[in-house]
């Protein structure tokens, strides 16, 4: 598959309109059109559906979408090195890994902090689930990666080292007009009869755990492709959803919080690869867990 294609299609989704796209992109509508079904026949599924106002990517195409645009901006960053080399202005940027509730807050914060120590450096900062993060530091890909052992959990792997930054309480996100919004501490009985929402593997189990000690089961009837789809079914009221207290100060104004008795917690660690470490790395580690200390919760 051509990344050309690729970009076609992320642009489309951007703007909701193949004549909107094609007039970015500098081509005629019937060419966008073109390069989108050829990728649909590609791929086997349809990724674009039409409505009154334009296009809007399917599910399917809402998936690829995120990997293209991963991908795309991979691309670019390789095209910025090359060019580095050839002007000769190479210097391996800091590569920083990190889970989108951290993403959110704490890392872009330490990295702050670590720039203000060190000067100006080269860096970019690249989200993931903690396993994504994990394997990409082993293969070289990242520097450092902030992750979460929230299940299913880290490996203890030889190849890299592991720093333990602190514990997380989990809170639950409320539309900023649901009944409980500015109660808490709550148990998780007085949640029983709401409906959650979900986006990965890992804080749905933490979220079943929790219901399972307070002997009630939460009914979570509805899944997001992401942290910010999730935030969004909260915020119009269509779920609740059990999100990581480090996020609370990045939320958007619609959602609330609201903390739990006996909250579930998740274990925050800085990994970072045993051999070649890059020279702005450990700082960063430091300033990570300045960073993580005063966002936990009270």
Same mark, same amino acid.
Request: charged share 20%; hydrophobic share 45%; net charge neutral.
């Given at each position: 598959m051509?990344?050309t294609?690729?970009?076609?299609?992320v642009v489309?989704?951007r703007l909701?309109s193949?004549?909107?796209?094609a007039t970015?992109l500098?081509h005629?509508?019937s060419a966008v059109?073109?390069?989108?079904?050829?990728?649909?026949?590609?791929?086997?599924v349809?990724l674009?559906e039409?409505?009154a +106002?334009g296009?809007?990517p399917?599910?399917?195409?809402e998936?690829?979408?995120?990997?293209?645009v991963?991908?795309?901006?991979?691309?670019?960053?390789?095209? +910025?090195?090359?060019r580095?080399?050839?002007? *000769?202005?190479?210097?391996r940027?800091?590569?920083?890994g990190a889970?989108?509730?951290l993403?959110a807050?704490i890392v872009?914060e330490?990295v702050?902090?670590l720039?203000?120590?060190v000067?100006?450096?080269r860096?970019n900062?690249l989200? *993931?689930l903690?396993?994504q993060?994990?394997n990409r530091?082993i293969a070289?890909d990242?520097d450092?990666?902030a992750v979460?052992?929230a299940?299913p959990?880290?490996?203890h792997?030889?190849r =890299?080292?592991?720093?333990?930054?602190g514990?997380?309480?989990?809170?639950?996100?409320?539309? =900023?007009g649901?009944p409980?919004?500015?109660? *808490?501490?709550?148990?998780?009985?007085?949640?029983?009869d709401?409906?959650?929402?979900?986006d990965n593997?890992?804080?749905?189990?933490?979220?079943?755990q929790?219901?399972?000690?307070?002997?009630v089961?939460? +009914?979570i009837?509805?899944?997001?492709?992401?942290?910010?789809g999730?935030?969004a079914?909260?915020?119009?009221g269509h779920?609740?959803?059990?999100?990581?207290?480090v996020l609370?100060?990045a939320l958007r104004?619609?959602?609330t919080t609201l903390p739990?008795v006996?909250p579930?917690t998740r274990?925050?660690?800085?990994?970072t690869?045993?051999?070649d470490?890059?020279?702005s790395a450990a700082?960063?580690?430091?300033?990570?867990?300045?960073?993580?200390a005063p966002?936990?919760?009270a």
């Amino acid at each position: 598959m051509e990344l050309t294609v690729w970009r076609t299609f992320v642009v489309v989704c951007r703007l909701g309109s193949l004549s909107a796209a094609a007039t970015e992109l500098h081509h005629t509508q019937s060419a966008v059109s073109r390069q989108i079904a050829g990728l649909e026949r590609q791929l086997g599924v349809p990724l674009v559906e039409r409505h009154a +106002r334009g296009v809007r990517p399917t599910p399917a195409g809402e998936v690829f979408r995120h990997h293209a645009v991963a991908t795309l901006n991979e691309a670019e960053r390789a095209v +910025r090195a090359v060019r580095d080399v050839r002007e *000769g202005t190479f210097s391996r940027p800091l590569a920083v890994g990190a889970t989108p509730s951290l993403a959110a807050g704490i890392v872009p914060e330490a990295v702050r902090g670590l720039l203000e120590q060190v000067g100006s450096i080269r860096w970019n900062l690249l989200p *993931g689930l903690s396993a994504q993060l994990h394997n990409r530091v082993i293969a070289g890909d990242l520097d450092i990666a902030a992750v979460t052992d929230a299940p299913p959990g880290l490996p203890h792997d030889p190849r =890299v080292e592991r720093r333990f930054l602190g514990l997380d309480d989990m809170v639950v996100a409320l539309p =900023v007009g649901h009944p409980q919004a500015g109660r *808490g501490p709550v148990p998780m009985q007085t949640l029983a009869d709401q409906t959650w929402v979900e986006d990965n593997d890992g804080s749905a189990a933490l979220l079943r755990q929790h219901a399972a000690r307070a002997g009630v089961s939460a +009914r979570i009837d509805l899944a997001a492709a992401d942290l910010v789809g999730k935030l969004a079914l909260v915020a119009t009221g269509h779920a609740i959803a059990l999100i990581p207290g480090v996020l609370t100060g990045a939320l958007r104004a619609d959602v609330t919080t609201l903390p739990l008795v006996d909250p579930p917690t998740r274990g925050i660690y800085a990994i970072t690869p045993r051999r070649d470490l890059h020279p702005s790395a450990a700082p960063l580690l430091d300033q990570l867990a300045t960073a993580f200390a005063p966002a936990r919760p009270a």
